[in-house]
């Protein structure tokens, strides 16, 4: 009986695993997608305006805006690996 109801609850739990892994990849979003994932990305910083423009910007080019309002860039390289002039990151 332990093992059905485990089982049953490993298939419950799959699809929140999957979205997980899965949300927000690199080309997961279309060019219309970027303003509300950005608008979600920067709902948190004081540099809203700022905070704005460079998301759209890397989300232009890269289709993907990492999860959350902080961190989690690893969630896409591209986004990730965007520098300034100076070395520094250059998408929020």
């Not at 298939?11 to 929140?16: K, S, T």
């Not at 060019?31 to 423009?53: G, I, M, V, W």
């Not at 998301?55 to 990730?80: D, M, Q």
């Amino acid at each position: 009986m332990a093992k059905i109801v485990c089982a049953f609850l490993l298939f419950l739990a799959m699809p929140f695993v999957i979205q997980v892994t899965y949300a927000g990849g690199e080309g997961s979003l279309r060019p219309q997608d970027c303003p509300n994932a950005c608008d979600f990305r920067c709902s948190e910083t004081h540099y809203r305006k700022a905070c704005l423009y460079y998301c759209n910007y890397c989300c232009a080019r890269c289709l993907c805006v990492p999860s959350g309002t902080y961190g989690h860039k690893e969630e896409c390289p591209c986004y990730n690996n965007m520098k300034t002039k100076k070395g520094g990151p250059k998408c929020p």
